[in-house]
């Protein structure tokens, strides 16, 4: 989803994300801060609620339809955190049920350092499902302003708990401060539990620390009263090897969402 909170300041408003119109079109800067950098380079789950954002505003113009996040890729460069990043979509397809995008993400220099493709799904939103909150494009910048940021690590606020780090088993309640509007998990704090599982499995595995640099996000379900449990799998033996990660509703046993990752070593 757009998920951007006109209401109260759950986590994944407090990324430092920030927003701005250039003749008509909406970019997303990202400010990196300590707390959204590990090893000194931006999260790629923290770039995945910009691609989410940016792309997804534009589209969500209804308010009796859900626009869902269907699917997400994230591909970025391992390089030390700029002082800032600007995200801007173009989209590709744009149908009565679906639509894709893909979002351009460059440094406040200009220099290209990621790239995302999402698609969306439009559902109609049922009488029973919670408000629907709509703000105008143009209003959308005013909505960023004034939030404060995290002041521990992203890993922390989130409160996400390592069961099992060599085997990339990790765990994370849904509390409010972690669901969209529609109620379910946000999809950037989904792309951060898959980051989180793939870095601990690689560091236990090869001794090193391990940044990810590429997130294949496929959002199945909706989550149910959770918690979330990782299920991660190392398609290989090597440092450079694909990762498998199932994130699965234990309230349910259902996988919620299918995520294929790479990381490098720092």
């Known amino acids: 989803m757009t998920d951007v909170s006109t209401t109260g300041t759950p986590l994944y408003s407090r990324l430092g994300v920030g927003a701005r119109l250039e003749d008509g079109q909406l970019v997303l ?12 380079i931006i999260r790629a789950s923290v770039l ?43 989209v590709l397809r744009q149908g009565r049920r679906s639509a894709t ?38 209003q959308i910048p005013t909505v960023f302003r004034g939030i404060s ?17 060599a085997e990339g088993k990790l765990q994370v309640e849904l509390t409010a401060d972690l669901l969209n509007p529609a109620g379910t998990l946000q999809g950037a704090m989904v792309a951060l539990v898959a980051e989180a599982a793939a870095e601990d499995l ?9 940044v990810v640099t590429d997130l294949d996000l496929r959002y199945l379900r909706k989550t149910g009263l959770g918690p979330v449990r990782t299920r991660t799998t190392l398609l290989g033996d090597r440092p450079d090897s694909a990762i498998q990660i199932e994130l699965i509703d234990l309230s349910n046993n259902e996988i919620t969402t299918l995520v294929y990752a790479a990381a490098v070593a720092v």
């Open 202 to 210: 690689m560091a236990t595995r090869f001794g090193s620390s391990f």
């Open 29 to 40: 800067e990202v400010r990196p801060q300590p707390e959204t950098l590990h090893c000194g």
């Open 149 to 165: 940021t995290l002041a521990r690590p992203l890993r922390v606020e989130a409160g996400i708990e390592v069961i099992d780090a």
């Open 101 to 138: 995008s893909v979002v351009d993400m460059r440094t406040d220099e200009g220099t290209p350092i990621a790239t995302g493709a999402i698609g969306f799904t439009k559902v109609p939103r049922k009488p029973t499902d919670p408000p629907k909150p709509l703000t105008p494009l143009d």
């Open 48 to 90: 995945a609620f910009a691609i989410d954002v940016v792309a997804g505003i534009p589209l969500d113009r209804e308010a009796d339809m859900w626009t869902l996040t269907s699917d997400m890729t994230v591909r970025m460069r391992p390089v030390p955190a700029p002082r800032r990043i600007d995200a801007t979509s173009e």
